[in-house]
């Protein structure tokens, strides 16, 4: 979802057809994003915090030492 809405100021309808989501269950991960500093909602719209686009590189650096060969 975060994802989603880094790309775009997203919508509600757009968030839950690209993210693959219900509306209900949408609608509790979105509360607890904004409840976690991660996304604001400004109108009918989702915008993504610095906390988390912080977030969001942070998972990106995790998963490129995980995906790193080993020796």
């Known amino acids: 979802m975060l994802k989603v809405v880094q790309r775009t100021e997203a919508t509600k309808t757009s968030i ?4 693959n989501l219900n509306f209900n ?3 509790n991960y979105l ?3 904004i ?7 400004e109108s ?8 988390g686009a912080g977030y969001l590189q942070k998972m ?6 995980l995906e790193a060969p080993t020796c």
């Open 35 to 41: 409840d976690q500093g991660l996304i604001t909602k």
């Open 44 to 51: 009918n719209r989702y915008l993504i915090t610095n906390l």
């Open 60 to 65: 990106s650096d995790v998963r490129e030492v």
């Open 31 to 33: 509360e607890a994003l």
């Open 16 to 19: 839950v057809y690209k993210a």
């Open 25 to 27: 269950r949408a609608d």
